[in-house]
Nanobody, 114 residues
Framework: QVQLVESGGGLVQAGGSLRLSCAAS???????????LNWYRQVPGSQRELVAS???????NYADSVKGRFTISRVNAKNTVYLQMNSLKPEDTAVYYC?????WGQGTQVTVSS
């Protein structure tokens, strides 16, 4: 059974930075490296929003709202995907989730104070 565990969330002032990590277990490195990895976020009462994706080849895609501020990366040798978040804004406040295929992590709360 694949499990995804996010970490790195917390409370930060506007303009600050956080780095989220998502570690996958229950999957081989060979399999991990072929999947697209995604970060989503969700605020109460809203749909989950795709924030960033990284393909097996390392190509990345970002929501317009985070372009130039967030960077997604992966380290296949560690079965881990990261989300570096800079210049954070109060509107980035949400629970952040990682996704691999049909599997989701439990989420990590990011709160940005103004």
């Amino acid at each position: 059974q694949v499990q995804l565990v996010e970490s790195g969330g917390g409370l930060v002032q506007a303009g600050g930075s956080l780095r989220l990590s998502c570690a996958a277990s229950g999957i081989s490195r060979t399999m991990f490296r072929i999947y697209v990895l995604n970060w989503y976020r969700q605020v109460p009462g809203s749909q989950r929003e795709l924030v960033a994706s990284v393909t097996s080849e390392g190509s990345t895609n970002y929501a317009d709202s985070v372009k130039g501020r967030f960077t997604i990366s992966r380290v296949n040798a560690k079965n881990t995907v990261y989300l570096q978040m800079n210049s954070l804004k109060p509107e980035d406040t949400a629970v952040y989730y990682c996704r691999l295929y049909a599997y989701w992590g439990q989420g990590t709360q990011v709160t940005v104070s103004s």
